[in-house]
């Protein structure tokens, strides 16, 4: 194979279609836009949801409800612990840096989801009771301090 041998994929590169030159093309006369209306004429482009003068349906459907703008908790389960030496301090720094939390500003709350068998002192901003339990019973400690 050569340079000058190397060509598109059979079917992946396409014309563009060269509207208005003459009938025999068939895209002659109106090329393409049909017949009169506001989409036949230059610059007759319409606002999504446009329905024609009528109540657009976004409008007309009842609003439900809100978004919270608070961030909820990252979760990390007893079980990924694990990856800590024993005795260590595990805080939100520690566990981005482990990569088990997407950052270090989001509160962390600690599930007690499998086991635990190394000695840490871990502090976050929640806690459920199950994980509590587990460090305590692994010798550990466990400090919550404020979320924001």
Do not use: W
């Not at 393409?32 to 506001?38: A, D, E, I, L």
């Amino acid at each position: 194979m050569k340079l000058n041998d190397l060509q598109p994929t059979q079917g992946s590169r396409r014309e563009r279609k060269r509207l208005g030159c003459g009938s025999g093309s068939g895209y002659g006369k109106t090329g393409g836009r049909g017949h009169k209306g506001q989409k036949s004429r230059s610059g007759g482009k319409l606002m999504r949801g446009f329905e024609g003068g009528q109540m657009p349906l976004i409008r007309r459907l009842p609003k439900r409800g809100f978004t919270s703008m608070k961030a909820g908790y990252q979760i990390v389960n007893v079980s990924a612990l694990e990856c800590f030496k024993a005795s260590a301090q595990v805080d939100a720094e520690a566990l981005y840096e482990a990569g088990l939390i997407r950052n270090a500003v989001d509160p962390v709350k600690v599930l007690g989801n499998g086991d635990l068998s190394k000695t840490l002192k871990i502090i976050v901003a929640a806690a459920s009771g199950s994980a509590v339990k587990k460090v305590e019973a692994a010798g550990g400690s466990l400090k919550l301090t404020e979320a924001s």
